[in-house]
C-alpha cells in the first residue's frame, strides 16, 4: 500500500510537472499567434492605405492595426471584406484607364495596337503606357508642325492666323480667314487670265492661250511675245508717222500756192450750194420750191422710232447679248421718190424694248437691255429685266420706245 501511494505521488508530480511544462509552451504559442495577428493587420491595413493613395478614399481608416487587433476578433466579418470591395474598385478603375489607354492608341493610329491585356498586366503596362505617350507626343509635334506650315502659307497670302487660334475652340473661324483669302487670290488669278486673254486679243495674238500650272509660264510668254510685237509695229507706225511729217512741211508750201485757188473756188461753191437747194426741194416732191416733208436729221425723235435691230448673240457665260445696231446704223425715209438716210445716232446706257414674234399677231414682250458698248456695226448690251419664263434669245427684235426716246432727248 505504501509503495502504491509513492507510486501515486510520482505520478501527480509528473502530472503537475508535464502540466507546468504544456502551459508554457501553450502561453508562448499564445503570444507567437497574437504577434502574427498583429504583423497580418499592419499587413492589411498597409495596403489598404496603399490603394487609398491617390484613390480619393479613406478606407484605412477603417482598416488600421488597432480596429482589426485581436481583441476584435468579432469585426473582422464586417470590415475585412470593404479591403476586397476597395481592391475590386481599384481593379475596375485599372481596367477603365486601361481601355481608355487603349482607345487612344486606337485614335492616335499607333502601329502594332497592343491588346487591351497588354495595358492591364503588370508586367506590360509601363511599356505599352509609354509607347502610347510617345505616340501622342509624336502626333501633337506633327499636329504643331501642320499648323505652323499652315500659319506659314497663310502668312504668304497676307492672312493672319496663329497656331494658338488654330488650336482654339474657334479654329473655324481662323480657317475662314485662310479660306477667304484663297478665294480673293482665285478670283485675282482669274480675272488676270481673263486680263491675259484681252491684251493677247486686243495686241492680234493667235491661238489659245492655257493657263494650266504646266502651260502658265507658256502662256504668259505668248502674251508678252504679242505686246512686244504690237509694240514694234506701233515703233514703225511712229517712224512712218515723223517721214510723213517732214512730208507735210513739204507739202504746207504747196498748199500755200493753192490757197489763192481755193479762194477762186469758193466762189464757184456757192453757186453749187444755191443749185444744191434747188435740188433738194425737188427731191423733196415740192416742184413750187416749198418742203413738204423735211428729212430727218441725224439723231431725229422720227429716226430713232424707226430702228429696229435684232439679238445676233447671247452670252449667257458672261451675260450679255450682242445686236446688229451701232454708230454706222442708219434708217429710210422715203420722200417722194426719192429714199433719205438718217442715222439714230445711238447713244451708250439707251435702253431698249426686246419682244418676239412682232410681225405676227402673237407678238410678245420679253425684256429690256441697255446698251454699254456702241461699236460701228453692233453694241454689246446687258439684259435689264426679262418677263419670268421666258429668256432673251437670237433672232429677238429690238426697238425704242416712246418713253426711252424721250429719256435720249432730254439727255
Not at 178 to 196: H, M, P
Request: glycine content about 8%; aromatic content about 6%; proline content about 1%.
Amino acid at each position: 500500500m505504501k509503495v502504491l501511494n509513492i507510486f501515486l505521488s510520482i505520478l501527480i508530480l509528473l502530472l503537475a510537472v508535464a502540466t507546468a511544462v504544456f502551459s508554457f509552451f501553450l502561453y508562448e504559442k499564445r503570444d507567437m499567434m497574437i504577434d502574427g495577428w498583429s504583423k497580418m493587420a499592419e499587413a492589411v491595413s498597409s495596403s489598404a492605405a496603399s490603394l487609398d493613395k491617390g484613390s480619393g478614399t479613406e478606407v484605412a481608416k477603417e482598416l488600421s492595426a488597432e480596429e482589426l487587433a485581436h481583441d476584435k476578433y468579432d469585426d473582422l466579418d464586417s470590415k475585412l471584406p470593404k479591403l476586397k470591395k476597395h481592391a475590386d474598385n481599384i481593379i475596375t478603375e485599372r481596367d477603365s484607364m486601361a481601355t481608355a489607354l487603349r482607345k487612344i492608341a486606337e485614335t492616335s493610329e499607333m502601329d502594332n495596337l497592343p491588346g487591351l491585356a497588354n495595358f492591364t498586366s503588370l508586367k506590360d503596362y509601363k511599356t505599352n503606357t509609354n509607347a502610347v505617350v510617345d505616340k501622342v507626343k509624336s502626333n501633337t509635334r506633327r499636329q504643331n508642325n501642320i499648323l505652323q506650315r499652315i500659319c506659314t502659307s497663310a502668312e504668304k497670302l497676307n492672312a493672319d492666323l496663329t497656331v494658338s487660334g488654330l488650336k482654339g475652340s474657334n479654329y473655324n473661324s481662323e480657317l475662314s480667314k485662310l479660306d477667304n483669302k484663297i478665294k480673293i487670290v482665285k478670283n485675282r488669278i482669274s480675272n488676270s487670265e481673263r486680263q491675259f486673254r484681252s491684251i493677247f486679243s486686243t495686241a492680234g495674238g493667235s491661238g489659245k492661250l492655257d493657263f494650266s500650272d504646266r502651260a502658265y509660264r507658256n502662256a504668259t510668254g505668248k502674251v508678252t511675245g504679242s505686246v512686244r510685237t504690237l509694240k514694234n509695229k506701233y515703233n514703225q507706225a511712229r517712224n512712218s508717222l515723223k517721214a510723213e511729217g517732214a512730208r507735210i512741211v513739204t507739202l504746207q508750201g504747196t498748199v500755200k500756192s493753192r490757197d489763192g485757188r481755193i479762194t477762186g473756188l469758193n466762189k464757184i461753191l456757192n453757186k453749187k450750194i444755191l443749185e444744191i437747194k434747188r435740188l433738194n426741194n425737188i427731191i423733196s416732191g415740192d416742184k413750187g420750191g416749198g418742203i413738204a416733208e423735211s428729212p430727218w436729221e441725224n439723231g431725229s425723235v422720227e429716226a430713232r422710232r424707226a430702228v429696229q435691230g435684232k439679238i445676233i448673240k447671247v452670252d449667257r457665260k458672261y451675260g450679255f447679248v450682242v445686236v446688229d445696231i451701232g454708230t454706222g446704223t442708219t434708217v429710210k425715209q422715203k420722200i417722194g421718190t426719192k429714199t433719205n438716210y438718217a442715222s439714230p445716232v445711238v447713244p451708250a446706257n439707251a435702253t431698249m424694248i426686246v419682244a418676239r414674234d412682232i410681225e405676227s399677231a402673237d407678238g410678245k414682250y420679253i425684256g429690256e437691255i441697255k446698251l454699254i458698248k456702241i461699236h460701228e456695226d453692233c453694241s454689246i448690251a446687258n439684259v435689264v429685266s426679262v418677263v419670268k419664263g421666258k429668256g432673251v434669245t437670237v433672232g429677238d427684235t429690238v426697238f425704242f420706245s416712246s418713253a426711252q426716246i424721250d429719256a435720249m432727248t432730254k439727255k
